[in-house]
């Protein structure tokens, strides 16, 4: 869960950089949810905080799927999200939660590979 969550939120290029801290917050019991509102909430990225809502979804759009999104892939994100009918954050928890991450980020590989990690340590 801790690589979907810095992958919808960061994009995948970002992995090694918060795996450990991503780690640590599942660890201590924090959810999807509880996490992709801590990305919004306390700004962790500008880049999608500062965004408009078409630039934040088309950002989180291509960090789930791989690929740059066309207007018909994200109207159905951003006219909820404009209309006050899902928050940024619960856009970001779906985006982590879905299969595409999967296929996109090659978990299966990761599975059979590993992925280094470093303890986050405070």
Request: proline letters at 4%; aromatic letters at 10%; glycine letters at 6%.
């Amino acid at each position: 869960m801790a690589v979907k969550a810095i992958a919808a939120a960061f994009g995948a290029e970002s992995i090694d950089t918060y795996f450990g801290a991503a780690v640590s917050l599942f660890d201590s019991g924090m959810s999807m949810a509880d996490i992709s509102n801590l990305v919004i909430d306390y700004n962790v990225n500008p880049e999608i905080n500062a965004a408009d809502n078409t630039e934040f979804v088309s950002y989180v759009y291509k960090n789930a799927t791989g690929v740059d999104p066309n207007l018909f892939q994200i109207l159905p994100y951003v006219i909820p999200l404009d209309e006050g009918l899902i928050t940024r954050a619960e856009l970001l928890c779906v985006a982590a939660e879905s299969s595409i991450i999967d296929t996109q980020l090659d978990l299966i590989g990761w599975r059979e590979s590993g992925l280094e990690y470093h303890p986050l340590i405070s």
